[in-house]
């Protein structure tokens, strides 16, 4: 027998083998690469995710300061609100499902407590396939009544003077919702006069004492500088520039009215009700009838059978310092005269007069994110 010798290698069985090596690698890198994308792809997801959730965030908190603030021009009315209110709000990129529930009624002086609920929904172009974005906050509330107790039915910070001996002015509430007030309130000079010896004013007390007028300005309940200048209370008419009308007061509404004529001459009170304010002086003369709160800068002079239902402060100007209708003569008391004049306090038609200025008042650090919900 010759010499055995080893098999020899075949060169088909080596390009074999190193094509089973070259796809093993192709699938390892594919794998790697299908892998990264998948890596990209979910980073992206969640950076979308993130974004349009929130997105659907400013959408709720949006929604809920809109209820919060406006909910009035959104079409709830109720003073106080109701057991429960929803809408959406639509806005730009989506819409925010807004519901207001009471939680808690008032008890006596306590204000009634609510939640409002805001879901933002975001439909604007979102990650492919995924769902409308959602996200959901609360805060809680209370409703804030706008109440005015006064000192008195009339308060004057520059005094009064009544030169007739008929004529009321009284403190006690006319239509018994409330305890009564003062029957005037003024300051210690020139504080209350009156010609005859009767009828006096009548009231809890009679006669209220302001002290010095300095005092008797910061004793007020609102901040007359700012209803002076208009940066505080928006009036529904302007007077010049709005003829004055009946029409303001049909269906028992109780407009504001701002009378500019500070530095003019007095304005003239027609019958109305609502919140009057008057920069300059007034007269109220003849049989007119008003409900709701007057507000006087300047001087105040009544004559005639008037009858005024709410309250009254006149002589305001002095808190600001001058007197804009004449640089060279203070203000003077407020003159009652002749007739039966009756002024008296009425707590129903100042609610009425300020009903505009309830509303819902925020509770600090009651607001959440993702508010539970079934």
């Given at each position: 027998m010759g010499p055995r010798h080893p098999p020899q290698r075949i060169a088909g069985d080596e390009r074999g083998v190193a094509l089973l090596m070259v796809l093993m690698i192709l699938a390892v890198l594919s794998i790697m690469v299908a892998a990264g994308f998948v890596r990209v792809l979910a980073e992206r997801r969640v950076t979308d995710n993130q974004r349009v959730s929130t997105k659907a965030y400013a959408l709720a908190q949006t929604g809920l300061?809109?209820?919060a603030l406006?909910?009035?021009?959104?079409?709830?009315?109720?003073?106080?609100p109701a057991?429960?209110?929803?809408?959406?709000?639509?806005?730009?990129?989506?819409?925010?499902?807004?519901?207001?529930?009471?939680?808690?009624?008032?008890?006596?002086?306590?204000?009634?407590?609510?939640?409002?609920?805001?879901?933002?929904?975001?439909?604007?172009?979102?990650?492919?396939?995924?769902?409308?974005?959602r996200r959901t906050v609360a805060q809680y509330t209370q409703w804030s009544e706008a109440i005015l107790t006064p000192a008195a039915a009339w308060?004057?910070?520059v005094g009064i003077h009544k030169s007739s001996n008929t004529g009321t002015l009284s403190g006690s509430d006319h239509c018994g919702a409330a305890p009564a007030v003062g029957g005037v309130a003024v300051p210690d000079a020139p504080g209350y006069s009156q010609?005859?010896?009767?009828?006096?004013?009548?009231?809890?007390?009679?006669?209220?004492?302001?002290?010095?007028?300095?005092?008797?300005?910061?004793?007020l309940p609102f901040d007359w500088s700012g209803i002076?200048?208009?940066a505080s209370i928006v009036p529904d008419y302007i007077i010049p520039g709005s003829g004055w009308s009946t029409t303001w007061f049909f269906g028992g509404t109780y407009p504001v009215i701002r009378v500019d004529n500070a530095g003019g001459s007095a304005f003239t009170l027609p019958d109305g009700q609502g919140l009057?304010?008057?920069?300059?002086?007034?007269?109220?003369?003849?049989?007119?009838?008003?409900?709701?709160?007057?507000?006087?800068?300047?001087?105040?002079?009544?004559?005639?059978?008037?009858?005024?239902?709410?309250?009254?402060?006149?002589?305001l100007n002095i808190t600001l310092g001058s007197n804009p209708d004449s640089a060279a003569a203070a203000i003077g008391p407020a003159s009652v005269?002749?007739?039966?004049?009756?002024?008296?306090?009425?707590?129903?038609?100042?609610?009425?007069?300020?009903?505009?200025?309830?509303?819902?008042q925020l509770v600090r650090n009651a607001w959440t994110d993702n508010w539970k919900t079934w």
């Open positions: 300061q809109q209820f406006h909910r009035s021009d959104l079409g709830f009315t109720a003073s106080p057991v429960s209110e929803s809408t959406r709000v639509v806005l730009t990129g989506g819409y925010a499902d807004v519901v207001m529930q009471r939680i808690k009624p008032q008890v006596g002086s306590t204000p009634a407590l609510y939640v409002i609920r805001s879901t933002g929904v975001w439909t604007a172009a979102g990650y492919l396939y995924a769902p409308n974005a308060v004057s910070l010609s005859f010896g009767f009828p006096i004013p009548n009231g809890s007390p009679d006669i209220v004492s302001l002290g010095a007028t300095p005092a008797a300005s910061t004793a002076a200048s208009g009057l304010i008057v920069t300059g002086d007034l007269n109220i003369v003849g049989t007119t009838d008003w409900n709701g709160l007057i507000l006087v800068g300047g001087d105040l002079t009544t004559t005639g059978a008037a009858t005024v239902y709410g309250a009254i402060y006149s002589g005269s002749s007739t039966a004049q009756l002024y008296r306090y009425d707590s129903c038609t100042l609610a009425n007069a300020l009903s505009r200025f309830a509303g819902l």
